[in-house]
């Protein structure tokens, strides 16, 4: 789980990176290094596991919000690095936060079940 949570800790750490290009960057560059910092706690075995199903919750009610945005893009969306329109790249931003959702549950839960076995 160690190298696991290093890698996407690094890969969130990315997507932050990247986000400097975006029309409102601070809100995305907050939700992904966030991502990145449970990560790389996790990594060290420091965790807050009701903390973690929070930030894990608040994830998946925003993926939810912005899903509707994924259905009404076109495949261009996601071939191409341009962004032809603001749903464009919330259809883009929608699948960041599944993935940040989906990896904060995993956190959580592997978390959850270390503290109860100590």
Known sequence: MRWASIAMGAVFA???AVQWNDPD???WMLLYAVAA???LAAAF???I??????????????????????LEAD????TSF????????VARECIGLVLCAG????VWWRGRASAVSR
């Open 14 to 16: 990315l997507a932050v």
């Open 25 to 27: 960057p601070w809100m």
């Open 37 to 39: 910092a449970f990560s």
């Open 45 to 47: 075995e420091f965790y």
């Open 49 to 70: 596991p009701a903390l973690t199903l929070a930030i894990a919750s608040v994830y998946a009610v925003a993926a939810l919000w912005t899903f509707p945005a994924v």
């Open 75 to 78: 495949l261009g969306a996601y």
């Open 82 to 89: 341009k962004m032809r329109s603001t749903d464009d790249e």
């Open 103 to 106: 990896w904060m549950f995993v």
